[in-house]
C-alpha cells in the first residue's frame, strides 16, 4: 500500500484555524490527521512540503519506520514544528491502517482496557475575573453530565498582574467547590504565566480545595526548574502540553516531578510517540491527561489513544465533540453523561469531506499576547 499524495487542509472553525492533513494510498484508502501548534499553521504545512516528496512512494503501513524518518532524518532531531507535521502524518497513517484491516485503531494498539473515555469541559468565561458567571456555567456542566471542570488563571483583558490574578483564583476555588460539591473534579490552568515564586504562593492557597491538577504552574523550557517546584508544594501537578517528544519529558518523568502528563498527540509526534510517553510514564504511576483543545480529528484519535492505555486518567474536551465542523468531519465520536464512548468504526472512526474544507478556508489569526502592568510581556 505506497502513499500516493500528502493534503494539507487548514480549516477556519469560527473562533480558529485547524490544521487537518490527508494521506492517500494506492489502494484507495485515505487517513486524516491533526496538527497541533495553534497560531502557526502555516509553519506546519510548509514542514509537511518538506516531508511530502520523502514519503510518495513509502508503504503506508510502515509507521515505525516512516515516524523515525520523519524525526531523524533532517539530521536536526524534530522540535515543535515538525512533531506538529509528524503528529498529522502519523495519526493519518494509524488511520489507514485502521480502515484496511477494519477495525478501530485501538484494536491495533492492544484493544480496549476500558468502555468510554471520561472528559474534562472548558468553563466560560475560562480565564476571566469574576466568580457568579464562573458558577453558573459549572453548575451548567455539572447538570449536562460533565465530572471534571477546568478553567484557567486570570487576566484583565490583555493585562495579567500575578498577585490580583493569585487572589482572584482563590476566590474562585472556593466559590466553586462550594457551588459544586466535592465529588465533582476541579482542574485548574495555569498556562505557564507564573514565577516559581508565584505558583508555589497559588498552589500552597488552593491545597484546602482539593484540586485535581494544577496544569503547567511555571514555564515548560527548562524541565529541570520542576525539582525545586515539586519540593515546595502538594497539589497533583498535570505538565508536557508543549513537549513535541519523548525526550522532552525525559526529565519530568525520571525524577517523578508531575502526576499527569498532558501529551498532546499532534504535537508531540502523534500515536506512535505517545504510546512510548505513556509507557514510560506508567513505569513511574504517572497518569495521561491528553491536551486536547484542537479539532474533531484530534478527538477521535485522542479517544482511540486513551481506550488502549492502562494509565489514562481524563481527556481535555472543551466542549461536547459533535458540534463544531460537522460537515467537514463526520460520524464524530459519540459523548454521554461526562464520558466519550468507544467508537467501532474503522481507524480513527471519522470521516473527511475534502470540498466541505475548502469551503471554510484558512484566515491569518494570532493568539492573544499578555502584558504586565509595566508593559512586560508575559505567557498567554
Known amino acids: 500500500m505506497k502513499i500516493t499524495d500528502i493534503t494539507s487542509y487548514p480549516v477556519w472553525a469560527g473562533h480558529r484555524n485547524y490544521l487537518f492533513v490527508v494521506v492517500d494510498t494506492d489502494e484507495g484508502i485515505y487517513g486524516v490527521g491533526e496538527s497541533g501548534l495553534t497560531g502557526r499553521e502555516l509553519a506546519v504545512m510548509g514542514a509537511i512540503d518538506h516531508f511530502k516528496p520523502l514519503l510518495i512512494g513509502e508503504d503506508a503501513r510502515r509507521i515505525e519506520h516512516i515516524w ?177 517528544s519523548k525526550w522532552d519529558f525525559r526529565e519530568l518523568i525520571d525524577h517523578d516531578l508531575m502526576d499527569y502528563a498532558r501529551i498532546d498527540l499532534c504535537i508531540a509526534g502523534g500515536i506512535t510517540e505517545g504510546k512510548k510517553i505513556a509507557g514510560w510514564c506508567e513505569g513511574h504511576y504517572i497518569d495521561v491527561a491528553v491536551h486536547n483543545p484542537l479539532g474533531p480529528v484530534a478527538t477521535a484519535a485522542c479517544v482511540q489513544f486513551n481506550l488502549a492505555i492502562p494509565n489514562f486518567a481524563v481527556q481535555e474536551q472543551p466542549r461536547e465533540p459533535g458540534l463544531a465542523l460537522t460537515d467537514v468531519v463526520g460520524n464524530q465520536p459519540v459523548f454521554e453523561d461526562g464520558y466519550i464512548l468507544a467508537p467501532t468504526a474503522p481507524g480513527l472512526g471519522v470521516t473527511f469531506d475534502r470540498e466541505a474544507a475548502k469551503a471554510h478556508p484558512f484566515r491569518m489569526t494570532e493568539l492573544p499576547h499578555l502584558h504586565r502592568a509595566d508593559g512586560g510581556f508575559t505567557n498567554w
Not at 142 to 151: A, C, D, I, M, Q
Not at 174 to 192: K, P, S, Y
Request: proline share 7%; with cysteine; aromatic share 8%.
Open 68 to 244: 523515525q524518518m520523519l524525526s531523524r532524518g533532517g539530521f536536526f532531531p524534530h522540535g515543535k514544528i515538525l512533531g506538529s507535521a509528524i503528529a498529522a502524518i502519523d495519526l493519518a497513517l494509524w488511520d489507514i491502517r485502521g480502515k484496511a484491516l477494519g477495525v478501530p485503531v485501538y484494536d491495533l494498539l492492544g484493544g480496549r482496557v476500558r468502555d468510554k473515555v471520561a472528559c474534562y469541559c472548558h468553563l466560560n468565561p475560562g480565564h476571566a475575573p469574576g466568580i457568579d458567571g464562573l458558577v453558573e456555567n459549572a453548575r451548567q456542566r455539572v447538570s449536562e453530565g460533565w465530572k471534571f471542570l477546568r478553567w484557567g488563571l486570570p487576566t484583565e483583558g490583555d493585562l495579567l498582574e500575578p498577585g490580583r490574578a493569585i487572589q482572584q483564583s482563590i476566590e474562585q476555588f472556593d466559590a466553586l467547590r462550594d457551588a459544586v460539591g466535592d465529588e465533582i473534579e476541579l482542574c485548574f490552568d495555569i498556562h505557564t504565566r507564573l514565577t516559581p515564586p508565584e505558583a508555589i504562593q497559588l498552589c500552597r492557597e488552593v491545597e484546602p480545595y482539593r484540586p485535581y491538577f494544577m496544569e503547567d504552574p511555571i514555564r515548560s523550557e527548562s524541565p529541570q526548574a520542576f525539582h525545586m517546584l515539586r519540593s515546595k508544594i502538594h497539589v497533583p501537578l498535570a505538565i508536557g502540553e508543549q513537549f513535541a
